[in-house]
């Protein structure tokens, strides 16, 4: 389903070089829920953006659902992004002005369903995390949990294949990080493959699949029982 | 989309109104300072007759002094001699005919409660109210009369209609004026031409007559010259036929012909009365004659300034800095949504997408810019009405003008918004999202 061989990402600015992915391998099979986990600058976000196809790369192949993404124009590349991702992010990245309604809203509107379509889904996904009584607030009505619940609504109102997490609860305490990570698992088990980056051993322990990135390589990958991975007890 | 990208802009414009203000203000300024330019010229150029412009021609010949022309370098005079007057306009070689000139005198209204003033008055032939398209209010002008016929009969402006006889319809009444009494036939309605083409004497933007009267009476009366009066012979003789017979030149010349085509003819014509005065001893220089259309008068009289050419210009190049600061403030409004942007990118939307999204919010601050241009624009022509009452009757902002500032500002802020909104459009989204 997602498949990255000896994909190479290269930063370079006048004075510096830097290979933030040196011939990165991975294989992500459907129904997944994969923690990429690894220390600050190891590459986690940029094989993220680069497999949610946020940004190009330098050498290698991708393969998303069986089709090669390295040459595909702006139009196609947002048009896979649209109807296959969604994106979680650390910070929800929920638009202030917009009602939870019209934030949801977003992804449908690319998508170009009409506004009955885009209505029900928008609905049903916000029933979904919870919040479909309070559609027409604003995001700054409601806790750092609930609009992390809102930003998942958002990525799954398009029904896409791949569920991208970038620290999803990195700005949560606890007892809503496990409910987020509660609302997550229970996606997986629904069908949507899921890539988690965390630093938090405690999450990664609680997805299918841990890998772990250094130096910009998958150094290691544990399919069995992450818990017992001795990289993550260190994370 | 487009419903969609509109909502967005108004959130977006909401969301930072200052900035918005002050970026649709700049295109504003931008705007009405080229407009009200533009307006100046636009409206003096306009066509004052569009309907025969092409048919009605301003005629010139050179009587001139053998060893000196009128006008350097070697133009005829713009006027005309009496005899040359009333020689081609009783040939009767066009559709219309008529001289004319300006003069002036006492009219002392009967009504003792309208005291006497001093009309302004336009001597002319009948065949000036047809040929010039003169709109009536009531009645009409007179024919053309023969060349020793005196009728002492008037058309009054609306205006005078007003102030002699409030505005009732007062054909059939009688004025007395110039020591005379005359018969009122017609009452003209507003007729304010701008430029004042047919004679340009005291500038073109000079607020029509009092009255009208034939051209006879000026003889008759010998009533004094108006407007451009000029002679080269040395020993005129001071009576007033003795200036009548001379080449002293004080009248404007016009004819309407039936078409076009018919030029050529009324040129040879010209030219064969031209041939008969030199036989006579008259037109001492090579012949020289000037039949010009009114559109062509217009530029041969240069109605539009080189200066106001230049102030167009500079108005241009304001509206240039303008668009270069507006387009700086629209990058700074951009920039400040560089996340979102990111975001909308993430989830979906393709360049073109937000470009769209961009370009809808540059056009309707353009929109806003329009309003606020052509509120400028309005109150600049109101100031300039202010300074030159000249000016008044013919300086508004009409339909077509409104139009093309609408025109210019959307234009404007496209163009100001363009570099921004496909900067912002290719942004790469990963840098901005966390």
Redesign the interface.
Do not use: A, W
């Given at each position: 389903m997602l498949k990255m061989t000896d994909v190479k990402k290269v930063f370079r600015t006048d004075l510096v070089e830097t290979h933030a992915l040196r011939d990165f391998n991975l294989h992500v099979g459907e129904g997944d829920f994969v923690a990429v986990t690894g220390p600050s600058g190891s590459g986690k976000t940029t094989f993220l953006?680069i497999a949610?196809l946020?940004?190009t790369f330098n050498g290698g192949t991708y393969e998303l659902d069986g089709q090669d993404v390295s040459n595909l124009n702006?139009?196609k590349?947002?048009?896979l992004?649209?109807?296959k991702i969604g994106?979680i992010?650390?910070?929800f990245?929920l638009?202030p002005?917009?009602n939870l309604f019209d934030n949801v809203d977003?992804?449908l509107?690319?998508?170009g369903f009409n506004s009955a379509e885009r209505k029900k889904r928008i609905e049903s996904s916000l029933e979904m995390v919870g919040l479909a009584q309070r559609m027409k607030h604003l995001p700054s009505q409601l806790s750092g949990g609930q609009q992390q619940r809102v930003a998942i609504a958002?990525a799954l109102a398009?029904e896409p294949r791949f569920l991208l997490a970038?620290e999803p609860t990195g700005n949560l305490d606890t007892q809503m990080a496990n409910s987020v990570m509660d609302l997550l698992k229970s996606i997986n088990a629904a069908g949507t493959t899921i890539i988690m980056v965390t630093h938090d051993g405690q999450l990664a322990s609680q997805a299918r699949r841990n890998i772990y990135v250094r130096d910009g390589k998958v150094s290691e990958v544990n399919d069995t029982d992450a818990a017992t991975a001795p990289h993550l007890a260190a994370v | 989309m487009f419903h969609y990208y509109l909502k967005l802009s108004l959130k977006s414009i909401g969301r930072q109104k200052s900035l918005s203000v002050l970026i649709s203000t700049t295109l504003g300024l931008g705007i009405a300072a080229c407009m009200i330019t533009y307006s100046l010229i636009y409206l003096m150029s306009k066509d004052p007759l569009p309907n025969k412009s092409n048919r009605v021609y301003h005629v010139q010949l050179d009587n001139w002094h053998r060893n000196s022309a009128a006008i350097e370098p070697n133009l005829p005079p713009e006027e005309v001699t009496w005899r040359d007057a009333m020689n081609i306009v009783h040939a009767k070689q066009a559709k219309y005919q008529a001289a004319h000139a300006i003069t002036w005198g006492m009219v002392t209204p009967a009504n003792k409660n309208v005291p006497p003033f001093l009309g302004i008055i336009r001597a002319t032939q009948g065949e000036f109210f047809p040929m010039f398209d003169v709109p009536f209010l009531y009645g009409q002008g007179w024919q053309n009369h023969p060349i020793n016929h005196v009728e002492y009969v008037t058309v009054l402006s609306k205006e005078t209609n007003q102030r002699v006889f409030a505005g009732i319809n007062s054909v059939g009444k009688t004025l007395p004026m110039l020591g005379k009494l005359f018969t009122v036939v017609g009452v003209l309605d507003e007729w304010h031409p701008s430029p004042k083409f047919f004679d340009m004497s005291f500038g073109a933007f000079y607020p029509p007559e009092d009255l009208y009267v034939p051209l006879q009476i000026k003889a008759e009366l010998e009533l004094p010259h108006g407007g451009h009066t000029h002679c080269w012979e040395k020993d005129l003789g001071d009576n007033y036929q003795a200036f009548l017979n001379s080449e002293c030149v004080n009248f404007n010349l016009w004819i309407e012909l039936a078409s076009q085509q018919n030029k050529p003819q009324f040129d040879n014509y010209l030219q064969t009365y031209v041939e008969q005065q030199k036989g006579l001893g008259r037109f001492p220089r090579v012949s020289n004659n000037i039949v010009l259309n009114i559109n062509q008068w217009l530029v041969y009289k240069k109605v539009i300034s080189s200066d106001m050419y230049l102030f167009f210009y500079l108005a241009l190049l304001f509206l240039l800095v303008c668009l270069f600061n507006a387009a700086s403030l629209i990058s700074t409004k951009f920039t400040a949504k560089n996340s979102e942007i990111a975001l909308r990118r993430a989830l979906g939307a393709n360049q073109l997408a937000i470009l769209s999204q961009c370009l809808t919010e540059t056009l309707i601050l353009g929109c806003l810019g329009a309003l606020i241009g052509i509120i400028f624009c309005l109150m600049g022509l109101e100031g300039i009405k202010y300074l030159y009452p000249n000016f008044s009757a013919f300086v508004t902002l009409d339909m077509p003008l409104m139009l093309i500032t609408v025109g210019i500002s959307i234009l404007s802020s496209v163009l100001a918004g363009l570099i921004p909104s496909i900067k912002v459009s290719m942004l790469a989204p990963a840098g901005y999202l966390k």
């Open positions: 953006n949610g946020l940004e702006d139009k590349r947002s048009q992004r649209n109807e994106f992010f650390q910070s990245n638009i002005d917009l977003v992804p509107r690319y998508r958002r398009g970038d | -």
